[in-house]
């Protein structure tokens, strides 16, 4: 079963600075999607950015870079110029598909807080 | 366009009585749908899935069910609620050519 580690509970980052939240998973796929998703205090989930296994370029969404090391299973996002709005829970998650039948996994989630 | 709804936002049940959340998508048909659970400070465990009416999938065997009455509608019940129920219940979608949709969610607090 493919399983998503995030090592971090929590991580803190000073306003304006840059900050990388670690993601590893496994999986026997060769392709397959991976995903980050912030949760504000209001809970809704939204979603950060996406990667597709087969890409090898790195996805990139304004200030929100990934690193996606398909060898090591490895997906970190890194967030540039920090902002007081981007203190949340990061979820990094993995599915097969990206609008199939299958479920999403999750990782158990970065809580980043933003200093001012 | 595409749009998820998901009540109630809050319910406060005492322990051993019934529950009903209910989750409808708009603007698509025969969408992919799913229950995630997510209690205090931890990530989000699937509940259930479903990828067409009368077909559910159960990940985590416990007093929870699901129900998909309709094609756009999935129901999430319990005959008698536990203290370990709370939690905070998200409903999601996907669809041909959509990724991922999270309703905004149902705060359930057991007592």
């Known amino acids: 079963a493919q399983t998503v580690t995030q090592s971090q509970p929590e991580m803190s980052v000073q306003e304006a600075e840059t900050v990388t939240l670690s993601c590893t998973y496994d999986t026997s796929e060769s392709d397959y999607y991976l995903f980050w998703y912030k949760q504000p205090p209001s809970r809704q989930m939204i979603l950060v950015i996406r990667q597709e296994a087969y890409k090898q370029q790195n996805a990139t969404e304004n200030r929100f870079s990934v690193n996606f090391q398909k060898a090591a299973k490895s997906f970190s996002l890194k967030i540039s110029d920090s902002q007081l709005g981007d203190a949340a829970m990061y979820f990094c998650?993995?599915?097969?598909?990206?609008?199939?039948?299958?479920?999403?996994?999750f990782g158990k989630g970065t809580r980043l807080s933003v200093i001012a | 366009s595409q749009t998820i709804h998901q009540w109630p936002a809050t319910l406060v049940q005492p322990v051993g009585s019934p529950l009903s959340l209910e989750c409808t998508v708009e603007?698509?048909?025969?969408?992919?749908l799913y229950w995630y659970r997510q209690a205090a400070g931890r990530g989000l465990q699937l509940l259930f899935y479903s990828v067409g009416i009368g077909q559910i999938s159960s990940e985590v065997p416990q007093n929870l069910s699901a129900s998909r009455p309709q094609d756009r509608q999935f129901i999430l019940s319990s005959k008698k609620l536990l203290l370990s129920d709370s939690g905070f219940y998200l409903c999601?979608?996907?669809?041909?050519?959509?990724?991922?949709?999270f309703g905004s969610g149902t705060r359930l607090t057991v007592v």
């Open positions: 999601a979608w996907t669809g041909r050519r959509y990724g991922y949709t």
């Open positions: 998650a993995y599915s097969f598909s990206f609008s199939g039948n299958t479920p999403l996994v």
């Open positions: 603007g698509t048909s025969n969408p992919n």
